[in-house]
């Protein structure tokens, strides 16, 4: 996905362990988003930032925190992986029909 | 809370037909509609949007908006095997600019048989 990376791809990760999910983009969009997906629950939106260091809680951010120290980074921590985190992570920038998704981050906690 | 139902499927059309997608949304006050199409392992891409009510036509798709019954579909013509996709249907409760916190239905599946 054009200007936008989210790193790591694939990550299994261990329970009560700390995990850090990247988004990076080239875009010098002023929004971005981080959602998880789902079966039968879709994306849901977890934290999202509206500048440097302006960022919000979602609909299911409980256990998640997120940092923007820099308009191209957003981070996503998970302080103590669950069980219950596992799943598919989505990064987005933009606003309205500039939406765009990255190309997500599956994350499992055993 | 704000919710966007859809039909989970999956959908099943034979090749050539046309497949109708639904959606219905609960905040009344929502202004603009997305439709994503999500292909298997990989991430949603914005196919269609709508701010107004009745149709918008782009192609094969068709998108109609009805804000008085608080449902948006989405037709596909003509449909084919690479239209076989989950599609997102999406609802943003501003209009157009930045700060868009869409909810997004759980999609629902479609099948295009041969």
């Known amino acids: 996905d054009a200007g936008i990376t989210q790193s790591p791809r694939h990550k299994v990760t261990e329970t009560g362990t700390p995990v850090t999910l990247r988004c990076h983009q080239t875009e010098n969009h002023r929004y971005m988003y981080w959602y998880r997906q789902d079966p039968g629950h879709g994306l849901r939106l977890i934290h999202y930032?509206?500048?440097?260091?302006?960022?919000d809680k979602g609909e299911v951010s409980d256990g998640y925190s997120v940092s923007r120290s820099k308009t191209e980074d957003f981070l996503l921590t998970l302080e103590s992986a669950t069980s219950s985190q596992t799943s598919v992570y989505f990064c987005?920038?933009?606003?309205?029909?500039?939406?765009?998704f990255g190309s997500g981050t599956r994350l499992t906690v055993v | 809370q704000k919710e966007v139902e859809q039909n989970s499927g999956p959908l099943s059309v034979p090749e050539g037909a046309i497949a109708s997608l639904n959606c219905t949304y609960s905040d009344r006050g929502s202004q603009s509609f997305f439709w994503y199409r999500q292909y298997s392992g990989k991430s949603p891409e914005l196919i269609m949007f709508?701010?107004?009510?009745g149709d918008k036509e782009d192609g094969r798709f068709t998108a109609q908006l009805n804000k008085a019954s608080q449902y948006v579909s989405l037709l596909i013509r003509d449909s084919q095997p690479s239209d076989s996709a989950t599609y997102l249907c999406a609802v943003n409760p501003i209009l157009t600019g930045g700060g868009n916190k869409l909810t997004f239905g759980t999609g629902t599946q479609l099948k295009v048989e041969l």
């Open positions: 930032s509206y500048g440097v260091k302006d960022t």
């Open positions: 709508i701010y107004s009510n």
């Open positions: 987005a920038i933009g606003g309205g029909i500039d939406y765009t």
